[in-house]
């Protein structure tokens, strides 16, 4: 008997996870990316002609923040357009998170270069053309203001996703015994929810709900901007004191701090991509919520699908005649969770 003719089987359902400002959060990232791309062509071209290394230097410097860039901004658009391929069990709202770890390596690594570079430096001081560096470092810098400004729209309110509402659920029995007379209900359920409902009790922690591509994208333009001020600081210093030691002190500063940055969001992407339970006080509600009547919670697990949007599976033994229906509907208040899948077992609840 083929799926669609059976009454007691759902009917084909999305797995779109994608958070809510996913397409705006594409648009912004790749005017950042031809922003940047101007910026670093003009400075390599014009390095070139007029025989400028430190010209040259900030242009390739710029490109591996524009490289990073480029992966979150590919990321957007390859989510966006496979978000409905089944081979993606839960969606392609992970990918913005693989792009994040990413990125978070290519911060690493130019932290360590610039953190080399300063050491350097220190131990073999080259002379500073004041004249080509200081313009250089405040175009950067108003690159990087735009560029910041750009991107933080999205970094800041791009947390869920909010199309169209999906609701799906069914249920099987199945001839499996656990304990006298158990009966095993198993239920899903797939909802999207407006932010315009507001954020009912069991919404989550923000760290379920934030983009980590624009936000890596975000941090790399902040890290740019970051170097740009204390490298402002230190020419300027070393202009008019004659401190030339300060150029790389500000050097190594900065890249202590983009490594602490890199560091950060390695930890919470890598989390994502792992499964780590990404909310334990929103576990404990679902737990608490659940628990009444004698009812017993005998397994959860609770894991992020994309921005916004959160996946559960439990299990529950009670000792009424309750079925896989009756807790979804307890559970209905917690927006954040977009999938559901519950196991019911029928018997001693002990």
């Known amino acids: 008997m083929e799926a669609h003719n059976d009454p007691t089987v759902a009917p084909p359902h999305s797995h779109v996870f994608l958070g809510a400002g996913h397409e705006k959060n594409e648009r912004r990232t790749w005017a950042v990316i031809l ?13 070139s002609l007029f025989g400028s290394l430190a010209l040259v230097a900030d242009g390739l410097h710029m490109s591996t923040h524009a490289g990073a860039m480029l992966i979150a901004a590919l990321a957007y658009t390859y989510a966006r357009r496979h978000a409905s391929d089944n ?42 053309e004041f004249g080509e560096a200081i313009p250089i470092a405040i175009a950067g810098l108003a690159v990087n203001i735009v ?41 899903h359920e797939h909802d999207s929810h407006s932010a315009a409902s507001g954020h009912g009790p069991g919404w989550p922690a923000q760290a379920t709900t934030r983009d980590n591509s624009i936000r890596s994208a975000y941090i790399h333009v902040l890290a740019d901007t970051f170097v740009s001020v204390l490298a402002i600081t230190g020419l300027l210093l070393a202009k008019l004191y004659g401190w030339l030691w300060m150029d790389p002190l500000a050097g ?72 896989a229906l009756f807790y979804r509907g307890r559970l209905s208040s917690f927006e954040c969770l977009s999938h559901i899948t519950v196991e019911v077992n029928r018997g001693s609840a002990g």
Do not use: Q
Request: aromatic share 6%; net charge negative; charged share 20%.
């Open 147 to 187: 560029s910041a400004w750009l991107l933080g729209a999205g970094e800041h309110h791009g947390h869920s996703d909010h199309g169209a509402d999906h609701d799906h659920g069914h249920e099987a029995s199945h001839g499996r015994t656990h304990g006298p007379e158990a009966d095993h209900g198993h239920d």
């Open 87 to 128: 081979r993606f069990v839960f969606g392609t709202g992970k990918l913005g998170d693989l792009a994040g770890f990413t990125s978070a390596i290519v911060l690493a690594m130019i932290a360590v270069l610039i953190g080399y570079e300063a050491v350097v430096r220190f131990f073999t001081p080259v002379g500073i």
């Open 252 to 323: 190594i500063v900065g890249a202590v701090v983009i490594a602490n940055w890199s560091m950060t969001l390695i930890r919470d992407t890598a989390g994502v991509l792992l499964d780590v339970c990404p909310d334990e006080l929103t576990r404990e509600k679902l737990r608490r919520t659940l628990e009444v009547d004698g009812d017993r919670v005998v397994d959860l697990h609770l894991w992020r699908l994309g921005p916004g949007h959160l996946g559960a599976v439990l299990a529950i033994a009670t000792s009424k005649p309750r079925d």
């Open 35 to 47: 922003l940047c791309g101007v910026m670093m062509l003009v400075e390599i071209v014009g390095g």
